[in-house]
């Protein structure tokens, strides 16, 4: 009898080991896939607090484990992100797991751009209690695509918008206009002479130029307006708030005086001039096409004018 209670205990006793040697091997295995994560991951009380952070995170954040541990994960977040921090524990609450996108403080004032995903754990009366997120950093990603969106929207010389990019700003201020009743004019610049600085001082200095013209050409407008690089050596601008034609000659008329100002590049001065057409809108036309078609008809009108004497920024549809 007693030989058999023996035999029964050393049976569960080795149960016991073979199970606790398992479970041992298993934490070990799932803390080296925590430890050797390629992903940020987490642990956060019901406070959204930092109880447990993986090696990878700390390093995706530049921050160490101590500077993190009993942090809000939400005090992370940039400043005009905050109110999102709040949605998320509104969120875990009702207990989905969510996947966001998410930019987080890194210790050098940088910024993380992470998918978060993360699992609410919650007890018995619905109350969270914790949650495990993981993160994955796209900071790359996410600057590619800028940098793609950038070069699709922008003129790569100067860096002004494009001729895409003005004409969608352009759809959306005919929408505005029309909507509110209001006025605002459309101008198209071509350089006069700049062709001479290319033939004598070479294609650098022109490039130059053009860069120092979009520089003053912006310094001209206000904040609001958008000017643009069509191509070669001609520009548009959209200013907005015009609400008389005299003011749209206005601001063509402090555009002319700056770009009219000598040029110093690589130690050669030289100077160029502008010839400008002006389109309003609804005056001169009820559309996109209509706005910059008169525009380049004024500027080319304005062209011709400026080989005689009487030269000066062009309006709308020519008389007669
Ligand atoms: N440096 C430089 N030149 C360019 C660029 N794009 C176009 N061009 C040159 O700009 C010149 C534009 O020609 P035009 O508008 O006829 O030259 P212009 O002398 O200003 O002529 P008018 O407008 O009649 O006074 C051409 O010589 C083009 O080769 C560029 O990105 N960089």
């Known amino acids: 009898m007693l030989t058999a209670a023996f035999c029964v205990s050393r049976q569960r006793t080795r149960e016991l080991a073979r199970t606790s040697a398992s479970l041992r091997a298993s934490e070990a295995r799932y803390s080296s896939l925590v430890n050797l994560s390629h992903d940020g991951i987490a642990a956060l009380d019901g406070e959204m607090r930092f109880t447990f952070i993986n090696p990878r995170l700390a390093r995706m954040l530049g921050r160490t484990e101590k500077d993190l541990l009993g942090r809000r994960f939400d005090s992370l977040y940039p400043s005009h992100d905050l109110g999102s921090g709040q949605t998320l524990a509104e969120r875990l609450t009702r207990g989905h797991p969510t996947s ?67 004409l969608e700003h352009l759809h959306s201020s005919l929408l505005i206009a029309r909507r509110h009743k209001t006025r605002f004019a459309v101008l198209f610049l071509d350089l006069d002479r700049f062709k001479e600085v290319n033939d004598t001082l070479g294609h650098a200095v022109g490039d130059a130029l053009l860069v120092e013209t979009a520089q003053r050409l912006r310094r001209s407008l206000r904040a609001s307006d958008l000017p643009a690089r069509q191509g070669g050596d001609e520009f548009m601008v959209l200013l907005h708030d015009i609400k008389t034609k005299a003011e749209a000659l206005g601001v063509a008329d402090k555009i002319s005086q700056a770009i009219d100002r000598p040029f110093t590049v690589e130690g050669h001065e030289c100077r160029v001039a502008v010839s400008i057409g002006i389109a309003l809108y609804p005056d001169d036309g009820g559309d996109a096409e209509t706005l910059t078609r008169q525009a380049d008809g004024a500027m080319y009108r304005a062209k011709t004018a400026g080989r005689s004497p009487s030269r000066g920024p062009h309006t709308g549809r020519p008389a007669g």
């Open 100 to 166: 966001f996108e998410q930019q987080l403080h890194k210790a050098d004032g940088s910024l993380l751009t992470a998918i978060v995903a993360d699992t609410p754990d919650l007890d018995a009366a619905g109350r969270l209690r914790g949650v495990i997120v993981t993160l994955t950093d796209i900071s790359e990603r996410k600057q590619s695509e800028q940098r793609v969106q950038y070069l699709a929207t922008h003129d790569s010389l100067t860096g002004l918008a494009n001729r895409p990019m003005f």
